[in-house]
């Protein structure tokens, strides 16, 4: 099976449809079409297509949860919560919404089961508003959640957190003084090693207790390590955070593992809709630097 993960568009239409491009380049190259694409929310806000977003999710996302821009477009949330900038732009969204695609955004859940995979916007504690930026953030949240993945968004940025089961190999660390600190924890895939590194006093040969790990992916294929679940983002189609403009999503492939996957798209097109909108001049100018 393959699945599609999408998050953060961000009424970014032009960084959508590349994105349903490259995925379908990716059905021809595979020979397969995808067995289905799950969204997990902030499919508007900052943007200037909010309700060709909608419409377009609608039609080709098998599932979709919501996301706090989602909410806030609705008048769900509080705007005093939010930026200046952001809450500016959640009334802008929510007057180009029809009440047919009011009705969807409302019907989205804030948390779904799919198999394997639990989804939430932001982390399976408090599915709208949390950031996993941190380990420490994110170790509790894997007590939420059953299954081996959970799927989130919100923060912008590629990531995975691992963390151990009780079963989990794990690696021997040979220190040769007591009190040595250590432990570089690494990751082989196609697209390349991902390192965790851990600091802890050892004792020579004790074997090291691993706690919560956080990865930075770059483009490429990643698979889970035996015994261990995970927390993965796939960062953003239409305003990724980490420093690369392209918009970001995720291939999930039961075979194979997860790729990680970059697409250019013509973010200059999308900076002229949003002046011509009135948007944010400074939302439309962090497009271009990926932040
Ligand atoms: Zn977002």
Wanted: charged residues 20%; glycine residues 8%.
């Amino acid at each position: 099976m393959r699945y599609a993960i999408l998050s953060d568009i961000h009424g970014n239409d032009v960084a959508l449809q590349a994105v349903l491009a490259d995925m379908e380049a990716f059905s021809i190259e595979q020979r397969a079409p995808l067995d289905a694409i799950w969204c997990l929310g902030d499919i508007v806000g900052y943007g200037p297509e909010p309700s060709v977003c909608v419409r377009r999710i609608r039609e080709h996302a098998n599932v979709c949860i919501a996301g706090n821009h989602d909410w806030a477009a609705l008048g769900k949330l509080d705007l005093e919560d939010f930026s200046e900038a952001a809450a500016s732009s959640a009334e802008w969204t929510g007057a180009q919404l029809s009440a047919e695609e009011r009705i969807y955004l409302r019907s989205l859940p804030e948390k779904t089961v799919i198999g394997e995979f639990t989804l939430a916007h932001g982390s399976p504690l408090n599915p709208i508003w949390e950031y996993l930026t941190t380990t420490d953030v994110a170790e509790p949240s894997f007590s939420a959640f059953s299954t081996p993945f959970c799927l989130v968004g919100h923060t912008h940025l590629p990531t995975i957190f691992l963390l151990p089961t009780a079963d989990a190999e794990l690696p021997r660390f040979r220190g040769s003084s007591p009190g040595l600190i250590a432990a570089e924890h690494s990751y082989e895939g196609a697209g390349g090693r991902l390192t965790a590194t851990q600091v802890m006093t050892l004792a020579p040969d004790e074997i090291p207790t691993i706690r919560c790990e956080h990865l930075t992916p770059s483009e490429g294929l990643w698979m889970l390590p035996r015994g261990y679940r995970a927390i993965i983002n796939p960062g953003s189609v239409g305003q990724p955070r980490d420093g690369d403009p392209r918009a970001s999503y995720l291939i999930y492939d039961d075979e194979v593992g997860f790729e990680f996957r970059r697409v250019p798209y013509d973010v200059e097109l999308t900076q002229q809709k949003m002046r011509a909108n009135g948007l944010s001049p400074r939302m439309a100018r962090r497009l271009a630097r990926g932040i």
